[in-house]
């Protein structure tokens, strides 16, 4: 038992490593590159409200929709042994919802956003359902289940607005978007530290994180030990789909309006990179949120990082993939056994006197 | 293996099972759309560019049919495509040959195909993450190469283009009174070539078989003595091949790179090898399948344009909506027979 124990937390940590050696490695490279780059001020934005402003901010800012979803998606990934490649079409159809019904008011109030916030919800998810109900009861790869959604949920979202891309003007949606009055820290920022919470006391309060490792494991001896795997994949997708809808609430407030073809664009694509990244194996089992969301700021921070050089929006994409391919490489099992045979021969008795104070 | 032992137990393999369905749901559908609503659908003319259209997504679809039987995916391979395109076009317009562009457009793919198939099959990473990387670089590579559209102007390769068969008798006569043959481009050649020798590859070859078998159960392949990583490495690599293949099979159709040429092809094209009965989990599939998997999807898409729905939506809207069909009609298939094997 001892041994298992020490295995399990030895796995843990090692599954942190790669995205925090990734990102210590992107601190570096831009600390050498331009010291400035870390520079945080403070400056005022339109309505004079002091906030906080710097590239670290923006970082931290921009990877919120992507940390969102990339929660949900650690939990989909670790039940269903596979992804939802859904999630942008998703959060299209969320915003274009949330729109809809801040558009059916006359007027826009703390009251209409909720009711539009928790609309958009509710039709989230109704569609993580279709995908989890598809996957689940029907037992279809999730990949292809959420291929069915990805064809065609941008084209709903298109069809939910009547073809147009409206645009909402309140200081409500600015709140969301950007700032609140008096703090200066981003709220879309604050909202995934608040779904980050919410994630830890479902964990904390519930069985739902070990449920959802055996189911990934092994579904069989799941359901042999009273685990109903059917429902913990529908759960964990109807979870991914309350994440969408956050992450498509706070992508419409952020630019006042639904652009259903550009709204997260590919972001699919970045969710499951950072839920890989995070370490955690995309063939199910044993996952960890915290993994996934330090993925996220990594893929965020590689970006702002080639936009800082000076780096075209479009050509981004081709330095990204030799990042993550040379992330992927010092991760492989294959270089991971090689380089640790390596350490262990160096640093022997360095690791038996950490593995006595473990014990 | 699966000839060996299925033959006396049941009449169909999972795959000929599925392949036969969606024939059979394409060829209804076809007549129902002749029948209903006429026009275009009555000419040989409607199959042949149905074929010209797609002739590049049918060629990437048969690779990617090999590295989902295989267990795997590649979802590099719209991405690839573009690049090609954009690279022979830039090559073609600074004073190339044809023939040298040709390799190049190969040699694009091949290492493509190198580069993946050694990163999945050595150093054993996720083939998701690794294709997806290459996607991601192959975009980037072409935008870096030119974003602005770029037009082929080059004579010998023009010439290329425009040569196309022509079939007199399966034309039509047109409202004027004359005999409008129809034409079949140089690349649906060409993607006919690919359909047939990954046929053969697959039903014949002994490396077709051992594909089937590192599908269906990577551990037991092993035991049988395949080499599972070489077999995976040579997947892929076919995978990439044919996507150059298929970039310039799509020069030929356009005729200029841009840097949003066969944007969702890769999703189109597993979309195809899933209508033609490939399974994701591997193990299943057949190339012919995937042919009429193609076909389906151009269709439906042709019969919602020509019936009056004209809104941007509906197209993907029935996209999804059969392909909806197609996943659920296939799990019930495979779940009833599987049941009827158990009892």
Not at chain 1, 20 to 39: Q, T, Y
Request: charge should be positive.
């Amino acid at each position: 038992m001892k041994k298992i124990t020490k295995k399990l937390f030895q796995g843990s940590l090692s599954q942190l490593t790669i995205p925090l050696i990734a990102i210590a490695l992107l601190l570096i490279f831009n600390l050498i590159r331009d010291p400035g780059f870390f520079s945080i001020g403070i400056s005022h934005n339109n309505d004079g409200n002091a906030v906080l402003a710097g590239n670290l901010i923006s970082i931290i800012n921009g990877a919120s929709e992507l940390a969102v979803l990339a929660m949900g998606m650690t939990l989909v990934t670790a039940a269903c042994k596979g992804q939802d490649i859904s999630v942008g079409a998703a959060a299209a159809i969320a915003g274009s919802v949330f729109v809809k019904v801040l558009k059916a008011g006359s007027s826009i109030s703390g009251l209409t956003v909720l009711l539009a916030f928790l609309s958009a919800c509710v039709v989230a998810m109704l569609f993580g359902t279709f995908n989890g109900i598809l996957v689940s009861v029907f037992k279809i790869q999730p990949m292809i289940a959420t291929l069915i959604l990805y064809t065609c949920g941008r084209s709903i979202a298109y069809w939910i607005n009547g073809g147009a891309t409206p645009t909402v003007s309140s200081h409500i949606i600015t709140a969301i978007g950007s700032f609140i009055p008096g703090i200066p820290i981003p709220t879309p920022v604050l909202i995934v530290l608040f779904v980050a919470i919410l994630f830890r006391l479902l964990f904390h309060f519930t069985s739902l994180e070990l449920f959802t490792q055996s189911v990934g494991i092994n579904q069989s001896a799941a359901r042999l030990n009273g685990i109903n795997p059917t429902f913990i994949k529908l759960l964990s997708f109807i979870i991914l789909g309350v994440c969408v809808a956050v992450a498509g609430t706070i992508g419409v407030s952020r630019l006042g309006l639904i652009n259903h073809e550009t709204l997260l664009l590919d972001v699919e694509m970045d969710t499951i990179l950072a839920v890989a990244i995070g370490g955690n194996s995309l063939g199910g089992g044993k996952f960890k949120i915290s993994g996934s969301i330090i993925g996220a700021y990594v893929i965020q921070m590689l970006t702002i990082t080639l936009y800082a050089m000076k780096v075209s929006s479009t050509d981004v994409k081709a330095y990204k993939a030799i990042v993550i391919v040379i992330l992927v490489v010092i991760g492989s099992p294959v270089v991971k056994a090689r380089l640790s045979k390596l350490i262990n021969s160096i640093f022997s008795k360095k690791k038996e006197t950490v593995k006595g104070v473990q014990g | 293996m699966k000839n060996l032992f299925g033959k006396r137990r049941e009449p169909l393999t999972d795959t000929q099972l599925l392949m036969t369905i969606t024939i059979g749901i394409f060829a209804v559908m076809y007549i129902l759309a002749m029948a209903l609503l006429g026009g275009g659908f009555l000419h040989t003319q409607q199959i042949f560019d149905m074929l010209n259209d797609n002739a590049s997504l049918i060629i990437v679809s048969c690779g990617l049919t090999i590295v989902m039987i295989g267990g795997g995916i590649d979802i590099s391979v719209g991405a690839v495509t573009s690049l090609v395109v954009m690279s022979c076009v830039l090559y073609l317009n600074n004073g190339g040959n044809v023939f040298v562009s040709i390799l190049l457009a190969l040699g694009i793919g091949l290492g493509f195909g190198l580069v993946q198939g050694f990163l999945i099959s050595v150093l054993d990473i996720q083939p998701f993450i690794v294709t997806l990387a290459g996607m991601f670089f192959a975009r980037g590579m072409t935008t870096i190469l030119s974003v602005n559209p770029q037009k082929v102007d080059h004579e010998a390769f023009n010439r290329l283009r425009d040569a196309k068969v022509e079939i007199p008798w399966l034309g039509y006569v047109a409202k004027n009174g004359n005999l409008v043959p129809a034409r079949l481009e140089i690349g649906v050649i060409v993607a006919a070539v690919v359909v047939i020798v990954i046929f053969i590859l697959l039903k014949y070859l002994k490396l077709g078989r051992n594909f089937y078998a590192m599908g269906g159960n990577q551990s037991s392949a092993l035991m049988l003595g395949i080499n599972v990583k070489k077999t995976r490495f040579l997947s892929y690599l076919i995978s990439g091949v044919l996507s150059g293949i298929s970039g310039y099979v799509f020069m030929m159709h356009t005729g200029a790179g841009n840097a949003t040429n066969a944007a969702g092809m890769e999703m189109n094209a597993i979309a195809s090898s899933i209508i033609g009965g490939t399974l994701l989990t591997g193990g299943v599939g057949n190339v012919i399948g995937t042919l009429f998997g193609t076909l389906t999807l151009t269709t439906i898409k042709k019969i919602v344009v020509s019936s009056g729905l004209n809104d941007p939506w509906w197209q993907s809207i029935t996209t999804g909506g059969m392909l909806c069909f197609f996943i659920l009609l296939q799990s019930v298939v495979l779940s009833k027979r599987s049941k009827k094997k158990k009892s």
